[in-house]
């Protein structure tokens, strides 16, 4: 029988253009969430399902830009990576584009510390086009 653990919410912004955060191709994937579950006690395997949406915007030169969304179980890069996927944003859009998430962990052993730590990267790759 399934047993819910912990259920949150996390939200990073409730109206849109009210958090910016540049992301250049020359630095490092930037924080856009990060969630802990209390599993304290857990005896067997855990499931996680996440979910997620994320707003993204071409920089004012022309560049084509291809997004990347990385969710980790932990808190840096060099943890487990349960999600990722490349996105390429429509040059021909100049306002916020929307990509929506969904990430699932299966079988995870319960942490000593009895917190389960999610975090959310989004890093960018351009392109300069050349008339």
Known sequence: MTTLL????????SIANS???PITILSAPGLFGQV????????GPIRTQLSGTVAC???LLPVATTITLTVVRGTSL????IYSSAEALNINLLGPQLF????SDFNVPPPASGLLIYTHLLAAMYWVLLG
């Open 100 to 103: 929506t998430f969904t990430a």
């Open 19 to 21: 958090i910016s955060i």
């Open 36 to 43: 802990g579950l209390n599993v304290l006690g857990t005896t």
């Open 57 to 59: 915007q071409l920089p």
């Open 78 to 81: 060099t943890d487990p990576v």
């Open 6 to 13: 912990d259920a949150r919410t996390s939200q990073n912004a």
